[in-house]
């Protein structure tokens, strides 16, 4: 009954709305509006862009898909003034007659201190009342676009972000940003959350789809909505009302990426449709330098291929509804399917190879999006999003009695009495999980005058996950439920102290009831299994303030003191490699920031840009990953206390439209600071001395680095033609995989420095509507480690074909 009242609201509920729009329309008196949408030069859609009617007291600022609406305007000439940071300021006349609205797209030209390749942070109506401080990286897709990254490759890229990964394309990944990693760091689509348990995964999402990525670094916006401890990365997609974006890609290991966006609008009655398609391919059988094991001895070390890492996936997403009208700016009821498989080809660590273990996923999900400025009175702007998750996922270790090595060489494992073992590879298994994962998020904002604006946000989070195991049916564990419920209230006060000083203060409430089962007593006579419940609050505050020394020299402070709750995989465990831990508690943290931005322009010739901040984290139970070198599989635990101390820079440098230079690094030391830890073991109950206390928390990068180079020649061949060459260089300092005071002597237990480059080369015709794309990653083909010593894909060429038009 609850799945389907669920149901209900996020999908049949929007649908009546779309049937009888004017049951919205009601407070609307018929007079004419202006709207409209803003982009710049090159087709990015501009949130945060203020229109005024000059002479009078009634505007709008641009939403985050760059549209915007002044409604309920008189008959009458009228010059609009449209503004915005690091835009020139542009005068726009029109004329209104009768009850007929009238639409003003309008595309702003760069102000001459602002580069176009630049970090540039936005803010919009509702949002400004918390962004505008924050310490965020705004990363445009829009010269990626012809490249085969995905928005994975893209943020890695980033100051302060380190992407560790499992392996090639589809594999597992720990993103860290400033020293958090994990659920640490909450990931939105269009401010909107990606599902737990949705199937789309951040590597899946091509470039093509993307407009920009906001990455938001420590403290984290109210109408984010999220009990996030460490940041926040939004990714904006291409949100053109008119647009159709197609490309292919096919390179190595036998990968091929296929996309088709677009999107069509009618003018006149709003109504529009927008789509994304996109699959993903590969094989992942590059080579890898690995231990040969043969009746439990190693009888060699060689290069081998993976043979048993295929990946799949694809999604199809879709919106239809309303844009610009009188009873809503937005009104979409959307659906997305996506579904993947892969074949697992090791654990935590590649001292374990499998040959036949699989894992898929398949998810729909309904949703409602609506947004209306100006609701009910000037000034007061609401958006609602829901979204109902219905994932189904499957683990399959079927095989019995079989071992591989790295060779695929296939062994049989026999019992003490010579018959075959009846074991799975790594446990015996055919799981399957039913989730359902419903998100709801309110965000009201209110501009009380000129100076001074409210936010409140509320979001509500809810996950059921039933799970069945044909393998063992009478899996004890598998009949407990496993539900959580987490909610999430914000409330946010910006006030403008001057033009040039700005500042927010901010509070939120997190709250969450996870029902699950626990084992108590193991190895006892009283050995057994109970349904549990964990209940727990907290509360968040922070302020952020931002000043203006000059119009292009910046300055930031922002703290937030914050928690973050546990989520479902982290205290239920994947059912395969991540074992549960239903005692898992929230950790807190108190983050600071201070940075500084400064923008100069040399006789419109010369742009530069450098950036420079400080980070200081103190953790209490901090939620990490615990692995055993010899042991495919990990799970979660409360670290007492960790602190995080760093720096990261940029600098940019832009010559025209004609040459880039750019790099960045981050240096972070992430330290264990508890003293004595409490030991709840059978054999050694209470607390006790911390051995690990002011080492670095293992396998964590502390210091790395990027720098980009790039060349564009226009009118090559043809007109309305470009040249592209990009080049691209990536360094990771060595670091610890284990503990540093265990077995720091030796380079088994230390991942080495490394230093990759990448190249790539592109010719635009057509004005950009053909495009073609060839690169090289890993250039060298260096031999390059990530997560737990796993080794990533060495030298790899790719081509990619884009039509594009607008």
């Known amino acids: 009954m609850k799945f389907f009242l669920r149901l209900i609201l996020a999908v049949f509920l929007p649908l009546s709305v779309l049937l009888f729009p004017d049951i919205l329309s009601a407070q609307e008196n018929g007079s004419p509006t202006i709207y409209g949408q803003v982009t710049s030069p090159s087709g990015e859609t501009l949130p945060g862009v203020n229109i005024l009617i000059i002479g009078t007291t009634r505007g709008a600022s641009t939403d985050i898909e760059g549209n915007y609406k002044i409604p309920t305007i008189k008959p009458g000439s009228y010059q609009l003034q449209i503004s915005s940071v690091g835009f020139r300021t542009q005068i726009q006349e029109i004329k209104i007659s009768g009850s007929e609205s009238v639409q003003v797209d309008i595309v702003l030209e760069y102000e001459r201190y602002q580069g176009q390749d630049l970090v540039v942070q936005a803010k ?12 965020v990286s705004s990363v445009s897709a829009q010269r990626l676009a012809n490249s085969t990254s995905d928005a994975k490759s893209v943020l890695d890229r980033v100051p302060g972000v380190r992407i560790q ?20 760091v909450k990931f939105f689509i269009d401010g909107i959350p990606m599902a737990s348990s949705s199937s789309m995964d951040l590597g899946d999402i091509p470039v093509n789809m993307v407009d920009r990525i906001d990455v938001y670094k420590g403290v984290v916006p109210v109408w984010l909505g999220t009990d996030a401890l460490g940041g926040a990365v939004n990714i904006h997609t291409n949100r053109l009302h008119n647009y159709a974006d ?7 290991f036998n990968t091929h990426r296929a996309s088709v966006n677009g999107a069509s609008t009618n003018p006149e009655t709003g109504f529009t449709v927008r789509g994304n398609l996109f699959a993903n391919y590969s ?43 009188p009873f809503a700016d937005n009104l979409l009821v959307g659906i997305a399917v996506s579904a993947n498989d892969k074949q697992v080809q090791h654990g935590a660590t590649m001292n374990t190879v499998y040959g036949g273990i699989t894992r898929e996923n398949q998810s729909i999900t309904p949703s409602l999006r609506y947004s209306k400025k100006n609701l009910f009175a000037d000034g007061l702007d609401v958006s609602i999003y829901s979204a109902l998750s219905l994932n189904e996922s499957q683990v399959a270790d079927t095989l019995r009695g079989v071992r591989y090595n790295w060779l695929g060489k296939k062994t049989i494992v026999r019992t003490a009495d010579g018959t075959p073992s009846n074991d799975g590879e790594l446990y015996r298994t055919n799981t399957t999980h039913n989730e359902e994962d419903f998100n709801t998020q309110l965000n009201a904002g209110y501009a009380i005058n000129t100076k001074s604006s409210l936010a409140l ?7 059921h996950r039933k799970a069945h195991d044909t393998e063992h049916p009478d899996n004890i564990d598998n009949r407990f439920p496993k539900a959580q419920t987490k909610q999430v209230l914000g409330l946010a006060y910006k006030f403008d102290i001057s033009n040039k000083w700005s500042t927010t203060v901010f509070g939120k409430w997190f709250h969450i009831l996870a029902k699950t089962s626990k084992e108590f007593d193991f190895g006892l006579d009283t050995r057994r299994t109970e349904a549990v419940e964990n209940s727990q609050h907290d509360i968040g505050y922070g302020l952020a303030s931002t000043y203006f020394v000059t119009p292009g020299w910046q300055v930031k402070l922002s703290y937030e003191r914050t928690a973050r709750m546990p989520i479902p995989e982290e205290i239920f465990g994947d059912g395969l490699f991540i074992d549960p831990n239903p005692d898992l508690g929230p950790e807190k943290s108190h983050n600071l920031n201070l940075g500084t931005e400064y923008r100069l322009n040399i006789h419109n010739d010369h742009i530069v840009a450098l950036g420079l901040s400080g980070i200081y984290r103190e953790t209490d139970d901090l939620i990490y990953t615990i692995v055993t070198i010899s042991s495919p599989k990990t799970r979660y635990d409360n670290l007492s206390k960790t602190r995080v101390m ?13 040459f880039r230079l750019g790099g960045n690094f981050t240096y972070q030391d992430i330290t264990d600071r508890a003293r004595r830890v409490y030991n709840s073991s059978y054999t050694g109950t209470g607390w006790q001395t911390n051995y690990h206390y002011g080492f670095r928390i293992p396998n964590k990068p502390y210091l790395f680095a990027n720098m980009n180079a790039g060349f564009t020649f226009n009118d090559v061949l043809s007109q309305n033609s470009a040249l592209n060459l990009n080049y691209f260089v990536n360094f990771v300092e060595k670091y610890s995989l284990t503990w540093t005071e ?8 230390i991942i080495p420095q490394q230093l990759s480059h990448d190249v790539e080369l592109g010719y635009t015709f057509g004005g950009g509507t053909y495009n073609i794309t060839a690169e090289c990653r890993n250039l060298f083909d260096s031999k390059l480690y990530d997560k737990y010593y796993l080794q990533k894909p060495g030298r790899a060429f790719s081509i990619k074909f884009r039509f594009n038009i607008k």
């Open 124 to 135: 919009s109506a509702t949002r400004r009342v918390i962004e505008q401080a924050y310490q």
């Open 165 to 184: 990964q499992e392996g090639g394309l589809g594999s597992d990944y720990n993103f860290s940003l400033n020293g958090f990693s994990g659920d640490q």
């Open 246 to 252: 197609i490309s292919y890609s096919l390179g190595s």
């Open 283 to 325: 094989d992942n059988d590059y080579n890898v330098l690995a231990r040969i094991v043969e009746n439990n001895t190693v009888v060699d070390t060689t290069w081998v291929p993976r043979f048993h890492d295929r990946y799949r996936s694809g999604t199809i997403k879709t919106e239809a509804g309303y844009v610009n009208k």
């Open 457 to 463: 946000n509320y979001s509500l989070n809810y996950f």
């Open 646 to 658: 760093g720096v990261e820079g940029s600098l940019q440098y832009q010559w025209k439209e004609i």
């Open 742 to 749: 265990l077995g720091s002597g030796s380079d088994k237990y």
